[in-house]
């Protein structure tokens, strides 16, 4: 599906299958123009995911900035939202960030998980993580 939606928008697609390490490998060293990578932080926050994505201070194999960005402007945002006094500062200057990595790099969210919870007052037992709801001990009363 992405590879026919690049195709018709213009660009030559070559699929290629690779091993787990060569992929992240070869993603860090920049032998692919686009590639695919998970959000790695348990909660998709700007403070958990930008500075390791995007900050220009830290480049593959050390971290995990396969973006190869190096932008002043988002690295001194990233540092601003860092060290916010407040959490609703630090809102303000995460989104700061969001908005210059989006001009600065080529970054497109595919996948974006959204949790629905049913609910019943019948229903009990639920048991909900970051992995979303588990039936494991429900029970309907």
Do not use: C
């Not at 500075?51 to 601003?80: C, H, M, Q, W």
């Amino acid at each position: 599906m992405i590879k026919a939606a690049l195709d018709r928008a213009g660009f030559r697609v070559k699929l290629q299958k690779d091993d787990t390490t060569d992929y992240y490998k070869n993603a860090g060293t920049g032998k692919y123009d686009l590639f695919r990578l998970p959000v790695g932080a348990g909660l998709p926050v700007g403070s958990a995911t930008l500075p390791e994505y995007f900050d220009g201070k830290y480049t593959y194999p050390t971290s995990s900035n396969y973006s190869r960005l190096k932008n002043s402007g988002v690295d001194s945002a990233i540092d601003a939202a860092g060290s916010a006094g407040s959490l609703r500062d630090a809102g303000e200057l995460w989104s700061t960030v969001d908005r210059r990595v989006m001009e600065q790099a080529a970054a497109v969210p595919v996948y974006v998980p959204m949790r629905t919870y049913l609910y019943s007052k019948a229903l009990h037992g639920l048991q909900v993580d970051l992995d979303g709801v588990s039936p494991l001990n429900a029970y309907v009363r």
